[in-house]
């Protein structure tokens, strides 16, 4: 399971803040914080506010990297500001995201080869979110089929089916489960699966209840990789449960300690 470390993401009021007064410091903390939990990357996001957002992910990109080691996955719709990131990545990073329209596919693939970046596919289009599996299928097809089209590798395509809250779209739940186990049967090799976890759980009550949940159902469906907070010790540690289960990690009494430490 590659766990992508959530909280580096502008959305989040203290990290606008720092943004804002260039103030490295608690981007710093966050980066050792989310490393020392177990993350395999962090997402670095400048969120929907930056005034300058070219600028603010360059900054933040290299305050990242004075703090950790770990690759980054970077975040945001502004595409010119994703390339600027990875002009300064010293790792090859995770490119989120594009989604199932032409422009953004033109945009997006040719940059990810350019800096051998796996690249977050999207199951939407211009018209938003389908409900169904088989329209998110459908889209996670012509992703495929654009991986094909600029000799992209499959492995590096991960196909994010879009979980939305589910106080407001329950129904979606069961078809993004169904979408997870499908993927895997449209192509060879197949994408991997990644999700952004606490969507499902926006503005719920027991939000940690409602995410480790899904995360152990999602896991059941082949999820391969999934946007976290890795400083929730139970999500963590529901996560270590469910590769035991799974056999995908040999069981020792001491499981916990060695997921945290698989690094």
């Known amino acids: 399971m590659i766990l992508i470390g959530e909280r580096i993401n502008g959305m989040f009021r203290d990290v606008a803040r720092a943004i804002r007064a260039r103030d490295p410091e608690p981007i710093r903390q966050l980066a050792r914080l989310q490393e020392a939990a177990g993350a395999d990357y962090l997402d670095v996001n400048v969120g929907p506010t930056a005034a300058e957002p070219v600028e603010a992910m360059q900054w933040l990109v290299r305050v990242v990297q004075e703090a ?18 990875l002009e300064l990545a010293r790792k090859p ?13 033109e945009r997006a693939f040719p940059m990810a080869r350019k800096h051998g970046a796996k690249l977050i596919g999207l199951c939407m289009d211009a018209k938003g979110i389908p409900k169904n599996s088989e329209n998110r299928l459908a889209l996670a097809m012509e992703l495929v089929a654009a991986a094909a089209e600029y000799d992209f590798p499959l492995e590096d395509l991960w196909i994010d089916p879009l979980i939305l809250p589910v106080n407001v779209a329950q129904d979606h739940g069961p ?7 499908q993927v895997k049967i449209l192509s060879d090799p197949p994408p991997k699966t990644v999700i952004g976890l606490s969507n499902a759980s926006q503005k719920c009550v027991n939000r940690s209840l409602v995410d480790r949940t899904f995360m152990a159902m999602a896991m059941c469906c082949g999820l391969d990789a999934a946007i976290v907070n890795v400083n ?8 270590a449960t469910a590769r035991i289960i799974l056999n995908q990690d040999v069981y020792a009494d001491s499981y916990l300690k060695v997921f945290k430490k698989r690094g």
Request: one cysteine or more; proline letters at 4%.
């Open 175 to 181: 078809e993004v489960l169904e979408t997870l186990r």
């Open 93 to 105: 990073a995770v490119i989120n995201s594009v989604y199932a329209d032409r422009p953004r596919i």
């Open 68 to 85: 950790s080691d770990l690759p980054l996955c970077l975040d945001s719709t502004n595409y010119d500001a994703i390339a600027a990131g």
């Open 232 to 239: 929730d010790e139970e999500l963590m540690a529901t996560i």
